[in-house]
């Protein structure tokens, strides 16, 4: 299966959002997203669930969110929360290929009690369905995995798999991420990360004592052009056949 912009084929994508201000803090967002996937160059021997979306969909949907970001700051914050809740609905009278709707929520909490120590606490839950009688696409479904999730294990490797071991992802998902962060050149803005991250996937139900967990350590340079992150995260359930450690890189806000 080719693999091109998060999971699989991106042909063509267009989509915008908007955002209105209800209080102080906090602001309704809602926007439109058209996407056309192709699946392609599957292997003979994939599930039937890969081979039966073989092929070229769109989905048309739209999206409403509420979110109440209180943060002290928009790259390093520590104080404040970050705290939203979003519903997307696709197909129907939309049009497009595929229909179901996803339910979701995320809140983050940044305290720094002592000296330039900061805590973070973050949490989010999703939810899929598919609508009408369709089957939720592979491209929408929830797999774990990453510097923005679990870290400690590759991108979208954690999820339900199929019986000949493709990772087909879930209709629900569960993760959470515990930070403490601390200061190692204040005069560059670079700061050194210990985190704790522990997630997962399912298909039937959310299951609290089946959550992958991870711990590692890793340096943040709040530089000119955003934050860099280099981190490693050690496997704490490691399985026969997984690497005990992944390295990650990237430029951007965690989560």
Known sequence: MQQVADHFGLDAAQAFRFGFPLFEDLRLYTGYRYERVEIKDIIPTATGLILSQQGISTTSSVNLGLRRDTKNHWFDPTAGSDIGIFLDYAGG???????????????????????????????????IQGNQGREVPLQERYRLGGIYSVRGFEAFSIGPRAPTGEVIGGTRELLFNFEMLFPIVREVKLKGVIFFDMGN????????????????????????VGPLRLEIGWKLDREPGEPAYVWFFSIGNPF
Request: proline fraction near 5%.
């Open 93 to 127: 009278p939309l049009g497009g290929d595929n229909y179901f709707t996803r339910y979701g929520a995320s809140a983050k909490v940044f305290y720094t009690p002592v000296w330039e120590l900061t805590f973070m606490g973050h949490g989010r839950i999703g939810y």
């Open 201 to 224: 996937a399912w298909n039937n139900e959310y299951d609290l004592g089946d959550m992958r967990k991870t711990t590692g350590a890793g340096i943040r340079w709040y530089s000119p």
